[in-house]
Nanobody, 115 residues
Framework: QVQLVESGGGLVQPGGSLRLSCAAS????????IGWYRQVPGKQRELVAS???????NYADSVKGRFTISRDNAKSTVYLQMNSLRPEDTAVYYC?????????WGQGTQVTVSS
């Protein structure tokens, strides 16, 4: 069984930065694709960024140039560096680990961008 624990959320002013972390248990981390998703009440969960086991990345258009996803396989952790934050980035952020045939989700961390 894989457990994912997100951290790093909080309240930040517009234009500020946060770094989210997603720590995974188990030994499959380095073989997996990890995605960061976000969700606001009443809307579908949307992909923010993802990184494959070989380090290829993908970003939603709304965060390109502002957010950076990275991974540290030695620590079984994925990071999401978020810069130039906007009020519309406010959401619960979740990480998802995907391996063939299985998907695991974390519990989420709240990010609030407000003055």
């Amino acid at each position: 069984q894989v457990q994912l624990v997100e951290s790093g959320g909080g309240l930040v002013q517009p234009g500020g930065s946060l770094r989210l972390s997603c720590a995974a248990s188990g030994s499959i981390f380095r073989f997996s694709t990890i995605g960061w998703y976000r969700q606001v009440p009443g809307k579908q969960r949307e992909l923010v960024a993802s990184i494959t086991k070989v380090g290829s990345t993908n970003y939603a258009d709304s965060v390109k140039g502002r957010f950076t996803i990275s991974r540290d396989n030695a620590k079984s952790t994925v990071y999401l560096q978020m810069n130039s934050l906007r009020p519309e980035d406010t959401a619960v952020y979740y990480c998802k680990l995907t391996i063939p045939g299985r998907v695991y989700w974390g519990q989420g961390t709240q990010v609030t961008v407000s003055s």
